[in-house]
Every structure is written in C-alpha cells, then in structure tokens.
C-alpha cells in the first residue's frame, strides 16, 4: 500500500500567501509530495491561480476575475509582493520534478468558458498529464474533463455526506473522492471506498492529530496547509 501523500493547499499557504508562486516553492522546499490550487480564466482567456472568484480577500485590488485582462490582473499585489500566478508559471515549475498537482477548477459559481480544455491541453505542454488530478466542486464540469480526454485523472469535492460515494464516483467515471476530511473519519466509509479502487483524497487538514488519525485510516492524500507538520509526522 502507498503511503499517504502529502499535499500543500494552495501552496505552503499557512506560511505564505496563498496560491502564489512563492507558496509553492515553499512548498517543495518542506518536503510536501504535491500542490493543490485553484484555477479561474481572465476576460482574455488566461487561466490563473487564485482561491475566490474575486481578488478582493487575497490582493490590494477588487472585482471579480472574469472582469479583468490578465495584463490588468498582473498589477496588483497577491502578498509580500508576488503576483497571481498564470498556470504555464505553475507548471513550468511543476515539470521534471516528479510531484503531484491538484488542479481545482474553480466553475462552480463563474461559468468560464473551455476551462476544462484549455487546462488539459496546457498540462499536455509540459508533459504533466501523469503528475495531475484536475478537481471540482462542479461534477459536470469533471464529466466534461473525461469526455474530453477519459486518461486524465478527475477527483470529485464535496462537503457535504453522500450515499454510498464511491459508487457515484463510478457511475461520473471519477478516479478519487476529495471529501472534506471530517466525512470519512470512519473506518467502513474508508473501507468501502478503497476496496472500490477508488482514491480518497481529504481537504483541508491542519491539526496533528486529525493527520495522524487519517494517516492511520490508509486516506490516500491530505491536503494541508502545514505541509511542514505533515512531513515531520513521516519521520
Ligand atoms: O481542493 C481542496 C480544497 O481546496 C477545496 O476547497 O475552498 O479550499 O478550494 P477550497
Ligand atoms: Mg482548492
């Protein structure tokens, strides 16, 4: 069995400004196995990384993404003086180093026009397409991710219970489950899963002992904002 993968969300982000180019290094720098982010489209078409719709909580500027040229979202500050990254800086970093990247769509409140396929597409140019799981809140939109290309790696998010999850990621021909980490704290839940085959990926774990207890239950990947205490707990 694999051991648990330790994933940075939105970078080494209780450190540093989120989803910036420098929580991400910090990331690698602590050891973590991979990155999670977040991704929305520019009015011309951009993919870049920020967690809310609107660049209100995380830079000195206001207003909704979809709003802005990327020329215009490059002006404002994310943090310590870093920029929102565009995802070729992501992946161009990504590339050759062997690591797992967590691509969150972020569609389920802007409908962002070919999302799906331009972040394909650009994972195929830096020869990541092994490395990446794309995930949702927008299930449809992870349908669209295998319609459009079936070996690309999809993960379904939720916060909320379902019935039996697993055999709902089959029939959406999901590849992993990305619960919030409090819905399988539970052995059977766990059990049924794995035994499907299918990944379990939780989010957004930051306390010693709720890692600890999931490391135990054989969870696939947690996604931390302390990928730094998550380590330590590797030895
Ligand atoms: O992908 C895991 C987690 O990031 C989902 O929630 O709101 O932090 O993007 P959120
Ligand atoms: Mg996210």
């Known amino acids: 069995m694999n051991r648990t993968l330790n994933i940075a969300h939105r970078g080494f982000s209780g450190k540093y400004p989120e989803n910036t180019m420098m929580a991400f290094r910090k990331a690698v720098e602590v050891g973590a196995d991979g990155i999670e982010t977040d991704l929305h489209m520019t009015s011309d078409g951009i993919i870049v ?50 690591l797992l990247l967590n691509l969150e769509l972020k569609n389920d409140v802007v409908n962002y026009n070919n999302l799906e396929k331009d972040t394909i597409n650009k994972i195929y140019e830096y020869g990541l397409e092994k490395n990446v799981i794309i995930s949702s809140f927008n299930h449809q939109s992870m349908k669209r991710v295998k319609q459009y290309d079936s070996s690309i790696r999809t993960g379904l998010l939720y916060g909320s219970p379902i019935c039996k999850p697993e055999e709902y990621a089959k029939q959406m021909g999901a590849d992993a489950l990305h619960p919030l980490f409090s819905l399988v704290m539970n052995q059977d839940v766990v059990h049924d899963i794995k035994k499907s085959g299918i990944l379990i990926n939780v989010y957004t774990v930051n306390k010693e002992d709720e890692m600890k207890k999931l490391i135990e239950l054989g969870i696939d990947g947690i996604i931390t904002n302390y990928p730094n205490i998550l380590k330590k707990l590797f030895g």
Do not use: Q, V, W
């Open 49 to 98: 990384i920020c967690h809310d719709e609107t660049i209100d909580r995380t830079t000195n500027g206001s207003g909704f993404i979809k709003d802005y040229t990327y020329d215009e979202i490059r002006k404002f500050d994310a943090g310590k003086g870093e920029k929102i990254p565009n995802l070729d800086e992501l992946l161009n970093f990504m590339k050759n180093k062997n």
